[in-house]
């Protein structure tokens, strides 16, 4: 006989999946808080240190480091509701979803890296300024996701994926514009170069599965972990 509940119910590991996914969403920001507390407690050495400054080499690690350093509470407070919204959105769409995030954070970065704060691009190309503003925060990540979400809808042009990303576009399409203009004492070049980048890896993911996929192997390794731990 049929059984008509295995066409009903959705498969349990794609239940386990978006369930682990969610709690990664919550260790991500976690850590960005527990992060923001040790490095507010101490005098922000963290942020000193590793803070993203464009074309100095020795601030390479920023790339990495800077979605987890936020100047204050105010600013850590006001990334922390939209990046919750957005990798809860990521999680609920996609499987994987911290491949997603790490390749927004490093491309962005890389292109923040590369042109941030452009009075300065031609001065800072061969050698480091150290006067060079800083960046730090999760906005280059929120902006990337942003655009991810929206631009993967449109390139997939199937009914979930599109309905996120007029979801999305409702909600931060008008933070999208603004944020990216140039403004005194805002990241806008972290903003820009996180929109791009989110347009980017959708494009790549939708386009080129398979490219993205043997590209990205090497960030299954949680995958691995989880396949090993479960067998007897």
Known sequence: MLDLRSKIKPPTKFIHSIRDELIGVLIFVGIMWVVFIVDYICGSPLSGRF???PRSFSRLPGIIAMPFLHRDFSHIGGNTLPLLVLMWLLAGSRAQSWKIVTLICLFGGTLLWLFGNPVDFFKGLIVEQSVIRPHVGASLLIFGLV???????????????????????????????GGVIPKAGVSWEGHLSGAVAGVIVAYWLVKHPASFAKSTKPLDFVDKKKTRAGTS
């Open 147 to 177: 655009t991810f979400l929206m631009s993967s809808g449109y390139f997939e042009s199937r009914p979930i994926p599109l309905l996120i990303s007029v979801l999305v576009a409702v909600l931060y399409g008008t933070t999208l514009l």
């Open 51 to 53: 803070a993203l400054i």
